[in-house]
Structure formats: C-alpha cells, structure tokens
C-alpha cells in the first residue's frame, strides 16, 4: 500500500470519526427541549432522532454541494491535499470534544469549514495551490450564518409566543400541554429530519472530496455509496447521544413549559429546511436550536433564561472559526516537514 493511499484511507476514517462525533454531539439538538418538557421519553427520543437524522441525509445533497462547490475541489492533489482535509478534520474534532466535555454547544458545521479554511491559509503560505477563496468559505459558510441564525431564531421564536399564548388564553393547562407536547414531538422529528439534511451531507461531501483528491474518484456530485456512509456514521452518533451538552440546553440555559418548547422547536425546523432546500446556507442546527429555545423562553412573565451561561454559549460560538482556522493551520504547518 503506497503512501497516499494509507492517507486517503486515514482521512476518510476521520471523516467517518467526525461524523459519528458530530452526531454524538448534536443529538441534544433534536431531543433535550422534548426530554425537558417531557414530550418524549429519553430512550425514545434518541431512537426517532437517530432515524430521522439517516433520513434527512439521505434525502438531499443541498449542503454537500454548497461544500464542495466552496472548496471548489482545489485541494492540492495527492498527499498534500489529504493532509490539508486531516489537519481540518483533527482541528474541528479536537475543538468539538472539548467543547462537548465542557457541555457547551457549538456547531461542528462552523468548526470545520473553519478548519478547511485555515488548513489552506496555511497551505498557501508553503506556495501549495490551497482551497480556493479561504476568505469567501469563512464569509459565506461560517460568518454571516453565525451572525444571522441566533438573531432570527431568537426574534421568530420570542415573537410567536405571543399569537400562541392568546390562542390557547381559554384553554385549561392540561389541555395546552398535552396538544404542545404531541406538537413538540412531531418538531423533535422535524429537527433531527433537518440535522440530517444539514449536517449530514457534510459527511458525505468530505467523503467525496477525500477521494478525489487521492484519485479514487471523479469530481462531480455525492456518491450514493459515500452518502450512505456518512448517514451510517452521523445516525450512530445520535444513536449514543451526548447528554452533557443535552443538559446544558433542557436545564442550564432556560426553563420552558411545552408550548414553548413546541413554537422554539418548530421554528428551527424551519430554518434548517429553509436554509438547505431554499437559500442552500450551511446553517447550524445548535445554533438554531439553542436560539431558538432562548427566545421561546425569554418570553415569559417571569424570567427563566439563565444569561451567565447564554452568554457564554455564544463567546464559544464566536470563538469556534478563530480557533478552529488557527489549529488547523498550525496542524498543517506540522504536517508538512513529513510529506516529504
């Protein structure tokens, strides 16, 4: 076995690796506001998310060929290229395990285009061709869904309180909650249907981009069998659930009742469909959701959000590209005097 061969298969193990973390990870998104209001039992939740994810990635290349039209397959060719995906991939794996040992949410989306990014700062500072535009990736798939997703999923979800509270003002609260919890398990589903369509095709996009890169395959879009994988591996991921992160969503951040678990669930659906099937954005479905769930909960007589930790959920969202891009070009940099 040459050496670039070891490397693609090295790589394409970590994209499988970063996909089940991915997984691991975000299945907070979809079941910790249903498991808090009691809308789905915990073992249930992680069942119907882990489904609904495989489905979703299996059911639209939206956002692999918004990533791979990004990087526009100008990774270096061969060896150099292989280890530009590596240091991206270590990069963002590394920051996704810290932060998810510290139980605090941010998007593995962000935290790997990020890395991509810097990987090919750093490769074009060797004189490599890097991917192209590094600074169009960070504008376009990282900071302006960074900026925009928390604002409009906190904006959509505070303001939806108010027409739902007043159609239910004559209600008894049993009544309320029981139909707001039957609501906020069909959005658990819908969540994890749009984690799949989101992240989900990053995997697969990866996948592909290792393999053209190592000239196993031909450039052009997602493989089925590349697609299948990454939906294997992400759906494992939510599978296993990590509920330190989940806890930090259901119980650190704010306190809902399932109405408004029902509306802030809802409307981050919206968004991760909206953002892959209409405006093709690499939305982060941890930022949807989590946004989501604050405005929900602001809106409330008494307050229930926790901002202490609100805030610092956000300064590690803002702190994922720098630090993402930084290690991943410094694990490029490392790299290199072993290439040969």
Known sequence: MTGESLMMFLVLACTCGFAFLNGFRDASNSVAAAVRTRALTPTYAVLVAAFFTFVGTMLSTSFGVYLISAVELNVPAGTPGLALLLAALLAAGAWGILCWWRGLPVSSTHALISALAGASGASAILGNDGVHDALRMLLGGVLIPLVLTPLVAYAFSYLLVVPATWLVRHS????????????????????????????????????????????????????????????????????FGGWRIA????????????????????????MLFLGAMVFHLPLSTTQAVTSSIVGAGANQRFESVIWRHVNRVARHWVATPVVCALLAGVLFLAMNPLLG
């Open 247 to 270: 806890h930090t969503i259901a119980y650190r951040l704010v306190s809902l009742d399932p109405l408004r678990g029902m509306i802030a669930q809802s409307v981050s659906a919206s």
């Open 172 to 239: 008894s609260a049993a009544d309320v909650n029981g139909v707001s919890r039957a609501g906020q398990a069909v959005a658990a589903c819908a969540v994890a249907l749009g984690h799949g369509i989101q992240d989900g095709q990053r995997t697969g996009a990866m996948l592909t981009l290792t393999l053209v890169t190592a000239h196993a395959a031909q450039p052009g879009s997602i493989m089925l069998g590349t697609q299948l994988l990454g939906a294997t591996f992400l759906a494992a991921g939510v599978l």
